[in-house]
Structure formats: C-alpha cells, structure tokens
Nanobody
Framework: QVRVVESGGGLVQTGGSLRLSCDAS????????MGWYRQAPGKQRELVAT???????NYADSVKGRFTISRENARNTVYLEMNSLKREDTAVYYC???????????WGKGTLVTVSS
C-alpha cells in the first residue's frame, strides 16, 4: 500500500529557505516518478518540480534556479530544497508519487509554506 506524507513546511521570511521532505512508503523507486505540486489560495494546483526514476528533473519556470528536487531511492524519499523564497511561493505543497507504467497517482495531504515579508 502506497502512503505519501509530506513534512517541512512552515513560515519563512522573504529570501529565506526551507526544505520539504516526502516519505513515499510502499513505493519502489524504479517504478515511480516523484514530484512536488503546489496550490495557492484561489488558484489551481500547479507543478513545481518532478524527478523520474532515473533522476531526470523538470521545473516550473517560476522556480528554476531557486528550487531543487532530489530523491533518495533507498529511503523512498524525495526532497524539495527551496531558496530565495518569494511571497508568491506561499501555497500548500503536495507530494506526488506516480506509478509511471499505469499513470496512477498517489498524493499526500500537503504541507503549508507561508512566505512573509
């Protein structure tokens, strides 16, 4: 059974940094792509960053150069290192585990990141 749990959100000042963690138990890294998405108040959920089972990464233009996604396959964990945070980064951040062969998505409940000036 796949279980996805995010952690690491919180309140940070503009220009600060946070690291989010996602524990995806029940997954096997070679079958799953992992990603981070976010949803700001009144907006649709959007892609932040993804990483494939082989380590290829993809980022939204709005976070390129500031955010880094990484995965630790042995621990079924994915991270999102966020630097130079802006107020517009404020959102609930969701971790996604996708069983790539069948395009089946598993989601966590989200962790709130609030960036204040």
């Amino acid at each position: 059974q796949v279980r996805v749990v995010e952690s690491g959100g919180g309140l940070v000042q503009t220009g600060g940094s946070l690291r989010l963690s996602c524990d995806a138990s029940g997954t096997m890294s070679r079958f799953f792509a992992m990603g981070w998405y976010r949803q700001a108040p009144g907006k649709q959920r959007e892609l932040v960053a993804t990483t494939t089972s082989t380590g290829s990464t993809n980022y939204a233009d709005s976070v390129k150069g500031r955010f880094t996604i990484s995965r630790e396959n042995a621990r079924n964990t994915v991270y999102l290192e966020m630097n130079s945070l802006k107020r517009e980064d404020t959102a609930v951040y969701y971790c996604n585990a996708r069983l790539t062969q069948y395009n089946i998505d598993y989601w966590g409940k989200g962790t709130l990141v609030t960036v204040s000036s």
